[in-house]
């Protein structure tokens, strides 16, 4: 155990100020960051496959806290394993999160906060997302990749060591680019993940992808990699709702095994300058009239 991390990080309370620490630490420490090597430092004496459907991941340490076993999903592997691991670190370190969690699939991109199960929940997602893709090192690797590209989010997923999955969430929360993912099977959207500037999507979880999509047309299974950029209507993604004019749509689209589909849709800045500008036109072209 090193007990001189365990000193400081009694002084932190949030996620963030405890990744912060945790770093200043391991000023050494590069992408994938070794988050076993970090369970052992502050007291995690175990780290066990549990047999369940049930749950991905779970918790259990001593009544004080100062020490505890972490379990996960028997079968979980890769980024999904090293997630696991460090959401459940997150419990163990955030000082007001209970000893014994046990933790779902749902559990595990929970990003409300409505209850205190969902806040729990939530900051040991922030945790997770924090320690294992740190926003200095992951804003800068993206900036040296350029604008949003399947494959660079796939670079990035390896260079980290984690799920796709993760690494899309943690790139909508800290890219500048506009954009938006949409993860399917078999045609049919899961979820969506969108940056906060991306207009809002006319399709959400369990929709079928829009037949006038790049998507929705692919069919070819033994496409190897991302597909080339498609220019789309933005009518066929966008909902319109509280514009006249949608910008144009950039798309590109990757074909996974046994259905699993991950769509990236991009919005070059001009394209919303431009239509920006094409409402604001329109606005100034209606007629007004004295009642």
């Known amino acids: 155990m090193n007990?001189?991390?365990?000193?400081?990080?009694?002084?932190?309370?949030?996620?963030?100020?405890?990744i912060s620490c945790i770093l200043r630490h391991h000023p050494d420490w590069t992408a994938p960051?070794?988050?076993?090597?970090?369970?052992?430092?502050?007291?995690?004496?175990?780290?066990?496959?549990m047999e369940t459907e049930e749950f991905e991941g779970g918790l259990t340490t001593?009544?004080?806290?100062?020490?505890?076993?972490?379990?996960?999903?028997?079968?979980?592997?890769g980024g999904r394993r090293r997630f696991t691991i460090a959401h459940e670190i997150g419990h163990f370190l955030i000082p007001w999160h209970k000893g014994d969690q046990r933790c779902t699939k749902?559990?595990?991109?929970?990003?409300?906060?409505?209850?205190?199960?969902?806040?729990?929940?939530?900051?040991?997602?922030?945790?997770?997302?924090?320690?294992?893709?740190p926003r200095p090192w992951f804003?800068?690797?993206?900036?040296?990749?350029?604008?949003?590209?399947?494959?660079?989010?796939?670079?990035?997923?390896?260079?980290?060591?984690?799920?796709?999955?993760?690494?899309?969430?943690?790139?909508?929360?800290l890219t500048e680019d506009c954009c938006a993912f949409v993860f399917s099977k078999?045609?049919?959207?899961?979820?969506?993940?969108?940056?906060?500037?991306?207009?809002?999507?006319?399709?959400?979880?369990?929709?079928?992808?829009?037949?006038?999509s790049l998507s929705g047309r692919s069919s070819d299974r033994t496409q190897s990699g991302p597909s080339e950029w498609a220019e789309i209507q933005g009518s066929v993604w966008l909902t319109g709702e509280g514009r006249s004019h949608c910008p144009k749509v950039l798309e590109q689209t990757l074909l996974q095994r046994d259905g699993y589909q991950l769509t990236l849709l991009f919005i070059a800045?001009?394209?919303?300058?431009?239509?920006?500008?094409?409402?604001?036109?329109?606005?100034?072209?209606?007629?007004?009239?004295?009642?």
């Open 186 to 212: 078999d045609g049919v959207i899961r979820y969506t993940r969108a940056t906060k500037d991306f207009p809002p999507l006319s399709v959400r979880s369990k929709h079928h992808l829009p037949e006038r």
């Open 139 to 173: 804003v800068s690797d993206m900036r040296k990749l350029g604008d949003a590209d399947v494959e660079h989010v796939k670079s990035l997923a390896r260079q980290y060591g984690t799920s796709v999955e993760a690494t899309v969430a943690r790139y909508v929360e």
């Open 3 to 18: 007990d001189e991390l365990m000193m400081d990080l009694a002084d932190c309370a949030a996620p963030e100020s405890i």
């Open 269 to 291: 800045p001009d394209e919303i300058d431009d239509a920006e500008e094409m409402e604001a036109l329109e606005e100034s072209w209606t007629p007004r009239f004295r009642r």
């Open 62 to 77: 001593d009544p004080d806290k100062r020490k505890g076993v972490i379990l996960y999903k028997a079968g979980t592997k």
């Open 106 to 133: 749902k559990d595990m991109s929970e990003r409300r906060i409505e209850t205190l199960v969902q806040k729990q929940e939530t900051e040991a997602n922030r945790f997770a997302a924090g320690i294992l893709m």
């Open 33 to 49: 960051v070794p988050i076993e090597d970090l369970a052992r430092s502050i007291n995690i004496i175990d780290i066990l496959e």
